[in-house]
């Protein structure tokens, strides 16, 4: 049996990148007798896991459960503001090595996610190798072009992707883009000035039609209480942070002449809200409506489906897995236009520039767009996901990656 260590993703099943991965890879994998899974958790702060919310759990302690398979351990973090991130994957690691060596476990591979700990990673791969394993690394997108951060952080995180990189045996970048970059910047500087090794797998989406129909109780529930109707509202769902382009898609929704609603799916984070608040008085625009947070695979994948439109406002990052379950159930996508986005939808999305006025042109076009034109799209952007994007696909690669190496 294969041990993989997974290390990065704050909880299963939530809306950032890796927590939908690290959902769907377990969940793929869990009858998988030749490989076992140990997934690092946040126990509390921002993020964290409430495996309460997940069908199917057996708890084990309180900080230990099993789902899908999965062997999960929850890393209590304290509040230490940005260094939060840091210190959780430090913690976590030193679990992981723990576990290994007192379990005995023979050629372990632990996965890390985004480069947090590179001023660390040295001494991790030492002791990591010393117990017979290797280090994986998914180096994510560009975190240290992420507007929250400040520029002694940018310029961390820009240092600390360098030695996260030099310190593994293999990246997996989840975009061609993002493998790239990778050997643009650090080809000669691994270890030995070898160059990284790399791999492009990506992340995956769900292609199956939601099980719920639009008489079902639970989604008439959920749109009376938001105040939505079917095919009448656009729609976003992810994390709420300045460089999902939140605060342009308000704004230009604000703009724009369309009589439908904008419905935000995401974790609302109270700060930000009062900031973008101030500035867009959004409040007084009754289409304008923030819907809390979804954790029902099932009805999400309807409300997506009944959207008229979707937006993608993600600038920094690999391939998002929003992005692709969009392109999977949404017929209308209308996407920042950037590289990352445009490797992922091709020709089967429309694109929108973050200038004022662009994006409130582009809705004035679409909001009366014929139902052919628009079915046209959804049919290319599933293709564009069944060709290249089922979670079925990629969780085969991983299967190939993790378990060929040692086998």
Known sequence: ?????????????????????????????QNNKNIKYHIACKA???????????????????????????????????EIGAAQAI????????????YIKNNNIKNPIVYIMACRIGPFMKRYYKKIHKLGGQVYLN?????????????????????????????SDLAICDSINIEKYIHEQYDG???NHRNPKTTYIAYGADLTPSILSDTDAKLVDWYK???????????????FVPENSFEIMIREFMKSNSKRDFAIITNVNDKFLNELESRLHFSKDKRIKFVGTVYDQELLKKIRENAY????????????????????????????????????AIDSALYWDREEGKLAQLINQVDNKPEEEIKVLGLKAKERVQKAYTWEKICGQYEDVFYKEFN
């Not at 409430?50 to 789902?67: I, M, R, Y």
């Not at 210190?87 to 723990?98: F, P, Q, R, S």
């Not at 690999?318 to 992005?323: A, H, K, M, Y």
């Open 189 to 191: 500087k691994g270890i």
């Open 225 to 239: 209480e938001k105040g939505l109707t079917k095919k009448d509202y656009y729609l976003v769902v992810g994390r």
């Open 1 to 29: 049996m294969q041990h993989i260590f997974l290390v990065g993703a704050k909880s299963l099943g939530a809306y950032g990148g890796y927590e939908t991965f690290v959902y769907k890879l377990t969940e793929y994998h």
């Open 139 to 167: 180096p994510d997108g560009h975190e240290w072009m992420r507007a929250k951060w400040s520029a002694p952080v940018r310029k961390y995180w820009k240092e600390s992707e360098k030695m996260m990189v030099k310190w």
């Open 309 to 344: 439109a979707y937006f993608h406002g993600h600038t920094v990052g690999g391939t998002n897995p929003s992005l692709i379950e969009a392109l999977g159930s949404t017929d209308l996508n209308l996407l920042v236009n950037v590289g990352f986005n445009k490797e992922v």
């Open 87 to 98: 210190y959780y994957d430090i913690k976590a690691l030193d679990y992981c090595c723990e």
């Open 44 to 78: 509390n702060g921002n993020g964290f896991m409430d495996e309460t919310k997940l069908n199917g759990v057996k708890l084990l302690s309180d900080s230990e459960f099993e789902f899908h398979n999965a062997h999960c351990f929850k890393i209590t973090v304290p």
